[in-house]
């Protein structure tokens, strides 16, 4: 189950609706082997497409080294799908190289960027098998916001 507090969801949930029609991204760092997500970092979708997104190799070689210098992991992996459901495609399962993260999805399908709900759930990706799990939201906790 991944447990976010909900300052952290409606960070993500903002992200995608703002970035629509291009693919958000994004990691939710937290203490090595906690599974508490706890800084958010909005990361850029380098390939600035609709269908597909990847991280400039810069930020996130920055992104890896500022976790391991704070002693974190990433807890969750985040990206949108702007036309299609939030599951992991073909290309988001065989990306998946973070077998303790969670991954989220959010579809900005129904409502782009306009108000209106949007799907958000979250998976486990280990050797290419998906396992969707729930997600609680929780009240706020002592989330730092790096963006």
Do not use: W
Not at 2 to 16: N, R, S
Not at 61 to 78: A, F, G, H, S, W
Request: glycine share 6%.
């Amino acid at each position: 189950m991944l447990k976010i507090d909900q300052a952290t969801y409606d960070a993500i949930v903002a992200h995608a609706k703002r970035d629509h029609p291009v693919e958000a991204c994004g990691v939710v760092a937290g203490p090595l082997g906690s599974d508490r997500p706890a800084r958010f970092v909005e990361m850029v979708n380098a390939a600035g497409s609709p269908t597909f997104y990847e991280y400039d190799s810069t930020d996130l070689l920055e992104l890896y080294k500022e976790m391991d210098d704070r002693d974190e992991e990433p807890v969750v992996i985040y990206h949108s799908h702007t036309a299609t459901e939030a599951y992991p495609s073909v290309t988001d399962i065989n990306l998946a190289g973070e077998p303790g993260a969670h991954y989220v999805l959010v579809s900005t399908r129904e409502h782009g960027n306009n108000e209106g709900p949007v799907e958000f759930r979250s998976y486990r990706i280990v050797d290419g098998e998906v396992t969707e799990e729930p997600v609680e939201v929780v009240a706020a906790t002592n989330t730092e916001e790096n963006r």
